[in-house]
């Protein structure tokens, strides 16, 4: 894997080979839990996914991969999705109205280059997402241009006093 900057953010892209190409990538169906919502998307065969700590991708456990709209595609429930935009409206989510299930966001930002859909990885049917290696942005501090990292961020700018993780010790104070 090659890290990259793109307008200063940086990304994680993974060359197809040592001419340059664009990675392979195969097709994945997707769905809500009830079925009503179904789609398509091209993903990288060699995918990762995203974990975020912002209270929208917390409240709904979102592990995810961006897609340029062309590689997306609904094949059904576009009348059985409900949206959701919220605070800088840089992505709008779709929900299913009947199981309530987040299947995927739409949205602009140049920083991706421009359009994308963002993919629940958990809405995809055939894949094992706890298997995916991930990389975490802090979107809680809104600490974008920081980039990704293989650890999560905290989500509390400073660590509740009762932080007692075994596995995952509390981040450095800054005090």
Not at 124 to 148: K, M, S
Not at 154 to 171: E, T, Y
Request: aromatic share 10%.
């Amino acid at each position: 894997m090659a890290t990259t900057k793109a307008t200063e953010i940086e990304t994680t892209t993974t060359p197809a080979n040592d001419q340059g190409l664009a990675p392979a990538t195969r097709p994945h169906g997707g769905s809500c839990h009830c079925g009503a919502v179904r789609f398509q998307v091209e993903l990288p065969e060699r995918l990762g996914g995203t974990r975020c700590n912002c209270t929208i991708c917390l409240k709904t456990n979102i592990t995810g991969a961006i897609a340029k709209p062309a590689a997306f595609q609904l094949l059904a429930g576009a009348d059985n999705l409900s949206t959701y935009a919220w605070g800088g409206k840089t992505a709008r989510r779709y929900f299913c109205k009947t199981c309530g299930i987040h299947c995927f966001a739409r949205g602009y930002l140049a920083e991706v280059g421009g359009d994308y859909v963002a993919i629940n990885l958990n809405a995809i049917d055939d894949l094992e997402v706890d298997q995916l290696p991930l990389v975490y942005w802090d979107g809680r501090h809104n600490n974008w241009y920081a980039g990704t990292r293989a650890t999560p961020w905290p989500i509390f700018s400073s660590p509740p006093a009762a932080w007692s993780d075994p596995v995952r010790p509390a981040p450095a104070s800054n005090s």
